[in-house]
């Protein structure tokens, strides 16, 4: 029998050293660990210097996206994630807060995840109450990818043309739309 497998979109970040180990080890060493879990990496991104928001709130990110294809379903890749933030020392006490690794599923093919109406809820949330609430379920595609210039521009290095399954745009459309300034605060490593 063959397996199902279907292509994800994670988005990879941190702005803490664990130690000695860098930030940029932390997020290969997290790419490696997930390449063990039935899943097989098909593009990495370069990494980018983007800055902490809010501003000043700590040292720069490291930021990047994968694309990997997996046999395990959206809710066992998040799970997986989540077990590998842990083992890099991520700790969830601070909502947007400082941290080792963060990982998160952006797109698990064009599923939607648990509806339109769920995703368009927390898309249009007010800043201030995003800061502060965090969705008790899985959303996909990434309710708020659009808005963030971290995740849009390394995502246009490996998936320029991916659409939206909701907004209809592509990766290239949608980081287009952001402000020249934000992109302008985002370099290569």
């Not at 979109?9 to 080890?25: D, F, K, R, T, W």
């Not at 990766?171 to 287009?176: C, N, W, Y």
Request: hydrophobic residues 40%; aromatic residues 6%.
């Amino acid at each position: 029998m063959t397996e199902i497998r279907s292509k994800a979109l994670v988005a990879l970040g941190g702005n803490l050293p664990i130690g000695e180990q860098s930030v940029v080890h932390s997020l290969i060493g997290a790419i490696a660990q997930l390449c063990e879990s039935r899943t097989r990496l098909l593009a990495v991104s370069r990494f980018y210097q983007t800055p902490c928001f809010p501003a000043g709130a700590g040292p720069d990110y490291v930021n990047a996206v994968i694309a990997v294809e997996t046999d395990l379903d959206p809710r066992t890749l998040l799970e997986r994630l989540h077990e590998i933030e842990a083992d890099f020392a991520r700790r969830r006490t601070q909502r947007w807060g400082m941290r080792t690794l963060d990982l998160d599923l952006l797109a698990y093919g064009n599923l939607i995840h648990p509806d339109q109406a769920t995703f368009e809820r927390w898309k249009d949330l007010p800043l201030e109450q995003q800061m502060r609430d965090a969705p008790g379920q899985m959303l996909l595609p990434h309710p708020r990818m659009q808005d963030r210039g971290f995740v849009l521009v390394p995502l246009a290095d490996i998936a320029p043309d991916w659409r939206h399954p909701i907004l209809d745009r592509t990766v290239r459309q949608m980081r287009d739309a952001l402000p020249k300034t934000d992109l302008s605060e985002i370099s290569p490593i």
